[in-house]
């Protein structure tokens, strides 16, 4: 079932983004559109170091006081992804990492990514060695 979804998903966004972009450069331009996509990645670079910096120190407090640093890990993912996503040109990714960069759009993500997470170690489809 997963490898489905994820051949749909290698398939689909590719063709989506090609599709933007010819929209996008047939609508407002092509140096517009090329000026659109720098942007992004420049701004995806800024936030996903910002935000994986405050993710890092989160990560450290919590530990320092004994935590697990559960909620930090989930959201140095979310960052991870969506910094990524944003250096990837095209409008589909961008907008895709730029929900998993701000904050309160990213609780959504973690949620359903402790969902996910819970539901193969129950199933045992992931291993925690200690």
């Given at each position: 079932m997963f490898r489905t979804y994820f051949f749909l998903l290698v398939i689909l966004v590719p063709a989506a983004e090609i599709g933007i972009l010819l929209w996008s450069g047939k609508t407002i331009g092509v140096l517009p559109t090329v000026f659109f996509i720098l942007l992004t990645g420049v701004l995806g670079t800024?936030?996903?170091?910002?935000?994986?910096?405050?993710?890092?120190?989160?990560?450290?407090?919590?530990?320092?006081?004994?935590?697990?640093?559960?909620?930090?890990?989930?959201?140095?993912?979310?960052?991870?992804?969506?910094?990524t996503l944003l250096l990837a040109p095209g409008f589909v990714t961008d907008l895709a990492g730029l929900f998993l960069l701000i904050p309160t759009t990213r609780k959504f993500f973690k949620r359903q990514l402790a969902a996910s997470l819970r539901k193969w170690m129950n199933k045992g489809t992931i291993r925690i060695i200690r």
């Open positions: 800024y936030l996903a170091k910002s935000q994986g910096l405050k993710v890092i120190r989160q990560a450290q407090q919590q530990m320092a006081y004994g935590q697990m640093p559960g909620e930090a890990i989930l959201d140095g993912i979310s960052v991870l992804v969506g910094g």
